[in-house]
């Protein structure tokens, strides 16, 4: 069927039509003085993909001309894209900005201060390519700014609007560009044409790939950061969060699905205030003719979505989500979808949520009071009275996860003695204490429990999420009186004692985070770094110094730069990286191998290569580019799958392979095979490590399938829900690590938190020394697990090393980097990149 004449009509009713008469027809008077968006960009707001410097000098325009707004800059993006925010309200709120927000941020448990103006947030754009809600930004600040009406009036007065119009401006330029260099004239809306089908990885995402939807409760990302900043700021008591979906589907708003909020939030906001609000948006939209639906899908279970984040303490964070136009106007199954539509569907929902906030204050002042009241009494009742942590022998580690809470708002505090409880032992001045009774009790809980009680088994997204966990830290609950130090109130960095001058060699732990970090800019600036695979215990200061697997030797002599070259670049690494290099005298260790034992092996340099493009799971990619970029500062090239054919491998020792749907041709297969022989380190990620057994690059094997079993039959609508429930969306399982395997460098304990969100399951291997990590039995440790993948992962491996001629694949059957967050499996494979080339791969003598 031909649509370009059906298309082409509907596109041009817009500029038929006044854009005041599209967008806000209700509307009565409007400051003529203040520019519309169509005035400003030269364009109506739905003809074309506004770039974010526009929407940031539309901004500065609203800005210079209006009394009621004022722009804020909280920070910029990896691209050096500026952050911004509005603040909309009165000319007599803004005279009072500090004492508004003072006062308002003494509300969370107190009545004293009802009657200053409620503060909402408004946000928009956190995915680049769901671009309709920047748009609709734009018009929703034009109105706030230029409306006479008395009812707009009211708003202001009463409230202070914070306006975020791009949370991901990186990802919005990104997709920005491509609708618009593929928009043709006359439009075209068929989905197969280019404009509606982005090349990988999309503009989803922000540079390094990351889904920022997912960072509200990790704080990767500068972007998040700078936000979360200015929430805790503010805290307002409202915010929303405008996305879109599929094309075909119509409009959702919340109350969502009941059985996927979280429990651990009051229930007062699911159940009274989440339908109250749905009310207003449906009135909204059914007057302008848009359909819609809710309760059906999304969840609330996760504290770092935009939509969430905000229940957490005390206000109400409300999801919206518009099917797209994926460009500027797209078939459907019913009728073609213009951008223009797109944008009016949030443009309306914002204002609805700003009306129903400015009517339903009371029910907002009331839940947040009820919010904290309820906290308080479920923390006096919770037998948890804290929590200690601390790994004394990797501070960097320790201190990244403090100022982790502090960024939350959470109270940590100094252990003011040495404690051993639940069989850990916590250190002075190295460990730290959170107790459960303090403001933001809901959040702690969220960061230290591993497991909440679900009522259903389908999930969004991860179904836990435990920080502690990620973090890999030792860490027990106080059931009993919480003795607590000082507070810390500022970010903690790791103090370290300068470097004394050595004439023999220089020795640093392995157990800090930092270590690669220390590796790579020792070896950039051509300093020969030894690992050790065997313990020993040195002299250090006069004093027995003990030593584990991995920890570094850097010897004065057998260097090809001079001594004093080599203790500038000691110095350096013992600065940048915050790591203690301790200087020996000797050679001959007290225990142990010596300094110039065989069992004291040279570090290669990684020259890293990384397999990305169509097919591959680009957040698993941006995961390692980020880690190496951001925290080791190393390059990795990243080639794409198209290009792979044309790669001179002799320029590289290690290829990682994450996730993905890999389709290499035998020829260039074979010659991956040949190069991990002549040496090369293969690493994979989940169903990296199912192609690679496939593929014999390496001769393990995957848990096979019980296909013998047959299903009871079951009605045709309960399809969906009986097999997503058998997938693994996030949980938090326990491994058996070989600390005394390079992988395991640094390790001081075998016991280690892993996260899966996959359905790879690898056998351990038959050679009793390569099956690096294992499953317990039982392994879980949070998080929902279907019965049928119980008996899959227990006892299955985690990690495995196989050796082909001078080389080997390291197989790992999770992302070890999910989302940045886990400090924990981070190590693992850092490990792998940096000792997986100078690893032996030892066989086994045949079975007794």
Not at 152 to 175: A, C, E, F, Q
Not at 408 to 434: A, C, Q, T, W
Not at 601 to 620: D, L, Q, R
Request: net charge neutral; aromatic share 12%.
């Amino acid at each position: 069927m031909k649509y370009s004449t059906l298309l082409l009509s509907c596109f041009l009713a817009l500029t038929c039509y006044a854009q005041r008469d599209y967008f806000y027809p209700q509307a009565n008077a409007l400051n003529n003085q203040i520019p519309t968006p169509e005035e400003f960009l030269g364009y109506p707001i739905g003809s074309h993909h506004t770039r974010h410097d526009r929407v940031v000098e539309y901004f500065k325009t609203l800005d210079k001309l209006s009394d009621r707004l004022s722009l804020m800059e909280i920070g910029e993006t990896y691209e050096h894209r500026k952050q911004i925010t509005a603040i909309i309200t009165t000319p007599e709120n803004h005279a009072n900005l500090e004492d508004i927000r003072s006062k308002h941020l003494q509300r969370n448990t107190s009545t004293q201060y009802n009657s200053v103006p409620l503060i909402i947030l408004l946000g928009y754009n956190v995915h680049g390519n769901e671009p309709s809600s920047t748009e609709a930004a734009m018009l929703t600040a034009y109105y706030l700014t230029a409306s006479e009406d008395e009812e707009t009036k009211s708003w202001l007065k009463d409230m202070v609007i914070l306006l975020d119009p791009v949370y991901n401006p990186d990802g919005r330029d990104r997709h920005s560009h491509w609708a618009n260099m593929h928009k043709a004239s006359p439009l075209v809306g068929d989905p197969l044409d280019r404009e509606h089908t982005e090349v990988w990885p999309g503009g989803r995402t922000n540079h390094y790939w990351f889904d920022l939807n997912r960072d509200w409760f990790l704080g990767i990302h500068p972007e998040s950061r700078n936000r979360i900043k200015l929430f805790h700021q503010w805290r307002p008591y409202v915010m929303t969060d405008h996305h879109e979906m599929g094309s075909n589907s119509t409009f959702y708003f919340d109350p969502g699905k009941h059985s996927s909020n979280n429990p651990v939030v009051p229930a007062q906001l699911y159940d009274v205030l989440y339908p109250k609000f749905g009310e207003y948006f449906a009135k909204a939209l059914d007057g302008i003719g848009s359909q819609y639906f809710t309760k059906e899908a999304f969840d609330k279970l996760y504290p770092g979505y935009g939509s969430s984040y905000v229940n957490f303490y005390g206000g109400a964070g409300f999801l919206f989500e518009q099917a797209s136009s994926r460009g500027h106007l797209q078939e459907t199954t019913t009728t073609p979808l213009t951008f223009a539509f797109t944008i009016r569907n949030q443009f309306t929902t914002s204002l609805a949520t700003v009306r129903a906030s400015h009517s339903e204050r009371e029910m907002l002042i009331n839940l947040r009071l009820n919010f904290f009241r309820t906290a308080a009494s479920q923390a006096k009742t919770n037998p948890v009275k804290g929590y200690v942590f601390g790994d004394a022998n990797d501070l960097n580690r320790t201190y990244a996860f403090v100022n982790l809470l502090r960024m939350h708002e959470i109270e940590v505090y100094d252990l003011p003695r040495d404690m051993s409880i639940s069989g850990k032992n916590f250190e002075k001045g190295k460990g730290f204490v959170v107790p459960t009774e303090q403001l933001n009790y809901i959040m702690v809980r969220s960061v230290f429990e591993k497991d909440i009680t679900y009522t259903d088994s389908i999930f969004y997204d991860a179904s836990t999420w435990s920080l502690v966990h990620a973090f890999n830290l030792p860490h027990a609950e106080i059931r009993g009186a919480v003795t607590k130090g000082n507070r810390i109130e500022k970010d903690l960095v790791k103090s370290i004692a300068p470097v004394t001058k050595s004439n023999y060699a220089y020795i640093i732990e392995s157990t800090d985070y930092n270590l690669h970090r220390a590796i790579y800019q020792l070896q950039e600036g051509g300093v020969i770094v030894k690992t050790a695979f065997r313990t020993f215990s040195a002299l250090v200061n006069g004093k027995e110094k003990a030593f584990r697997h991995g920890s570094l030797i850097i010897p004065k002599h057998d260097q090809k730069i001079t001594a004093e070259a080599l203790y500038e670049a000691v110095q350096q690494v013992n600065k940048n990286c915050l790591l203690d290099v301790y200087a020996v005298e000797t050679g001959y260790n007290l225990k142990g191998i010596d300094l110039g034992s065989n069992f004291a092996v040279t570090v290669k340099k990684p020259e890293a290569i990384m397999i990305i493009g169509n097919g591959v799971s680009s957040y698993e990619a941006g995961e390692v580019w980020h880690l190496l970029d951001q925290r080791i500062n190393m390059p990795v090239t990243k080639v794409d799958v198209s290009n792979i054919g044309r790669v001179n491998w002799n320029k590289y020792n290690v290829l990682i392979m994450v996730s993905g749907t890999y389709s290499i041709d035998k020829p260039t297969t074979d010659k991956i095979k040949a190069w991990i022989q002549a040496g090369g380190t293969l690493i994979t990620f989940k169903t990296a490590s199912e192609w690679a057994i496939k593929q014999g690059l390496s001769k393990e094997k995957l848990v096979a399938v019980d296909t013998t079993k047959t299903k009871p039959r079951t009605n045709y609508e309960d399809a969906s829900n009986m097999e997503g429930a058998r997938n693994i969306g996030g949980s938090i399982f326990q491994v058996d690590l070989d600390i005394t395997n390079p992988i395991g460098f640094g390790f001081t304990d075998r016991n280690v938190s892993i996260y899966r969100n996959g359905l790879t399951f690898l056998q351990p291997s038959k050679n009793p020394y390569t099956t690096v990590a294992k499953y317990k039995a039982n392994p879980l440790i949070g998080g929902y697990l279907h019965k049928s993948s119980l008996a899959r992962v227990s006892n299955s491996a985690a990690v495995l090393i196989s050796g082909d001629g001078q080389g080997r694949v390291i197989l790992f059957s999770d992302n070890p980097n999910f989302r940045g967050i886990w400090y924990g499996t981070n190590k693992m494979f850092l490990n792998a990149l940096f000792f997986g080339s100078v690893m032996n791969v030892p066989n086994a003598s045949p079975g007794e």
